[in-house]
């Protein structure tokens, strides 16, 4: 527990959503006054944070109406905020008014309404998916490709937080997440297939086996945000900085196979292929970490295989989330 000048009165957007949950359940272990603001009649998943509702206030806003924001940080009076709300990271997320709204119109609300209200701190959520297809492990200050309407309006986003701090003096860094995995992910997603399926003896669909992902185990990603919140400001120091967040390892997904198989005591053979190719799958995708690490001192804990263990442990114990990961699990047949 912080004592009371470390405990902090903190907002979380995108807490129904897989890194926002682990976040929001940091700050709970911590003992900080911790509120998560939700739209209202939100369509998430509220499991991820049904363990912590006692421990936390619920505050809700209406996309619609913009006042909404300055009356919740009025009465909620954050010193940190932790935006990880976002839209259109999955395949399924297609309304470009809603990728919109929730990456780049309430980013401008919540920086105008922390600006108002005197935030300490202001964390951004970017992806590694604003620098689009690259063969090498880009740095922050890399031009970016975005190849997506979703990863455009993430750069925007970005650009904005960084102009805002700057302006503003503020800390409010954005972190650009790799490929995060670990409790509480999305089902249907990679890892979570794999595991679900896993259970049942059984490999997922899967995509070529040469397609590469720099997995960031969610705890660690955690650790950033934590870091970035308490960062202090210099004279030299930038208030927008932008911070790659992953290992600086690749993992094609042929390794992610020869990992679980073991984990798992899956005996069948794997079938690479198929499934087609997303869009966004690429022989090369890799994080260069070293600015956070430099300026902030993190690091990655966990290898992947690491990560994995903990994260077949956690399913392991939670039984009553099995059926859910089940029924969105796409079974290879063999």
Request: hydrophobic content about 35%; overall charge negative; aromatic content about 10%.
């Amino acid at each position: 527990m912080p004592d009371l000048q470390q405990r902090k009165v903190v907002l979380v957007t995108g807490a129904t959503g897989f890194v926002g949950a682990n976040v929001a359940r940091r700050l709970v272990a911590e003992g900080h006054d911790v509120h998560l603001l939700l739209r209202k009649k939100t369509n998430q998943f509220p499991w991820r944070i049904s363990e912590i509702s006692e421990h936390v206030k619920l505050d809700f806003y209406t996309p619609s109406q913009a006042k909404d924001i300055d009356r919740v940080f009025s009465e909620v009076k954050p010193q940190w905020v932790f935006h990880l709300a976002a839209h259109g990271a999955y395949s399924w997320q297609q309304d470009k008014e809603q990728i919109l709204e929730s990456n780049y119109i309430l980013t401008s609300r919540l920086l105008d309404a922390a600006v108002e209200h005197g935030c300490e701190s202001f964390v951004n959520t970017g992806t590694s998916s604003e620098y689009g297809e690259k063969d090498h492990a880009p740095k922050e200050d890399e031009a970016l490709n975005p190849v997506s309407y979703y990863a455009a309006t993430k750069a925007g986003a970005t650009t904005l937080c960084r102009y805002v701090g700057g302006a503003h003096k503020i800390n409010m860094p954005t972190l650009r997440l790799y490929s995060c995995y670990g409790p509480y992910e999305q089902p249907n997603r990679l890892m979570t297939n794999l595991v679900a399926c896993g259970f049942e003896g059984q490999w997922p669909t899967l995509v070529d086996e040469n397609c590469a992902h720099d997995f960031i185990y969610v705890e660690d990603a955690v650790d950033a945000y934590l870091l970035a919140a308490k960062r202090r400001l210099t004279q030299s120091c930038d208030p927008g900085a932008i911070y790659n967040v992953g290992t600086g390892t690749q993992t094609k997904l042929k390794e992610v196979v020869r990992i679980a198989a073991p984990l798992l005591n899956i005996k069948a053979k794997p079938s690479f292929g198929s499934m087609p190719n997303r869009a966004w799958d690429a022989e090369v995708w890799v994080c260069d970490h070293a600015k956070i690490t430099d300026e902030l001192g993190w690091r990655p804990k966990h290898s992947f295989e690491d990560g994995l263990r903990k994260m077949v442990d956690w399913y392991r114990q939670s039984p009553h989330l099995h059926s859910m990961y089940k029924e969105e699990l796409q079974l290879t047949l063999l």
